[in-house]
């Protein structure tokens, strides 16, 4: 039998807002799957609707640039947050952002480009760094974002220096009009993406394995009902979802009274022209990487022959 430890019912617990004693019973009921409890728990009723938000963070940076129509991101981690502070993993950061547009989302292609001021590949001054620094490193990913006219936004959370910082996003609003009217929205809707982590644009761009997950979930809610019921109920359930997971239907939180497709809206009186967002992409440090977790006290205790 898995051994439930506090760590996960913590975990739990910030992922779904149950209580302590739900939790515990969700995992032992799931065998310690965290991810087949929080959908034990939402069957039960007891949690909310969880946004996949990443399991533990990673260290390194996120790097940012955008200029016209075109913008990039790009993560390269390192294993501790004073490596991130240090000047030279900065300068590193950076560089690689400067030729991230470049290579179009593809981290094998940005790898083997030439560093910014040197004869060397970017693969081979990230080896450099961490032979000078003594720490691993690697540049985890990469994506891009450009407009045929209009403007890419972007917005760094946590900033630490000029483009570089934790929760980095970009924004693709398209428009014949004025470009420079863009500026103000662009910014608002990526800080907008960066608080709210929104799944897709609409509904229509969903993952399917995610609709696939909510429909079971609200299966398993409503058993012994007949199929056309049970997807009468997913259709009108699918409103909720896209209120709270897609972008453009969700409330804006520079003014929730309107939703972001309404504040783009409006903006195309200033634009004098209609205004697509096209794409987004919302970077946040380590999101997704597990991180072995080290007892610092046992590492003491076994160094000193104590245990």
């Keep these: 039998m898995t051994t439930i430890s506090a760590s996960m019912v913590k975990e739990l617990r910030e992922r779904t807002g149950a209580g302590m004693m739900d939790c515990k019973a969700a995992l032992a009921q799931t065998n310690g799957d965290i991810e087949a409890a929080i959908d034990w728990l939402r069957t039960k009723g007891l949690a909310k609707a969880a946004k996949k938000a990443g399991r533990v963070a990673a260290e390194g940076l996120v790097g940012i640039l955008a200029s016209g129509t075109t913008g990039a991101l790009v993560e390269v981690n390192s294993e501790t947050d004073f490596v991130a502070r240090n000047t030279q993993f900065q300068g590193l950061v950076s560089g690689i952002a400067s030729l991230a547009a470049k290579a179009d989302g593809d981290v094998a292609k940005l790898t083997a480009m030439t560093f910014p001021g040197s004869k060397a590949t970017i ?158 992409v919302r970077y946040a440090l380590g999101e997704g990487i597990e991180k072995k977790e080290e007892d610092f006290a046992a590492e003491v205790a076994a160094a000193a022959g104590t245990k």
């Design 123 to 280: 693969e081979d001054t990230i080896k450099e760094l961490i032979a000078t620094i003594g720490e691993n490193m690697n540049l985890r990913r990469t994506a891009t974002v450009s407009v045929k006219s209009g403007l890419v936004a972007s917005y760094m959370h946590s900033q630490i220096a000029d483009g570089l910082g934790k929760i980095g996003v970009l924004v693709g609003l398209e428009t014949e009009g004025k470009a420079e009217a863009l500026a103000e929205i662009g910014r608002m809707v990526a800080m907008h993406v960066a608080a709210t982590n929104p799944v897709s644009l609409a509904i229509d761009g969903v993952p399917a394995e995610i609709l696939e997950r909510e429909k079971g979930i609200l299966a398993e809610k409503n058993q012994g009902k007949k199929p056309e019921v049970l997807e009468k109920i997913f259709q009108s359930s699918l409103k909720s979802f896209a209120k709270d997971n897609c972008l453009l239907e969700q409330p804006f939180v520079h003014d929730p009274s309107k939703t972001v497709a309404q504040a783009v809206k409006e903006a195309e009186k200033v634009a004098g022209a209609p205004i697509k967002v096209t794409a987004f």
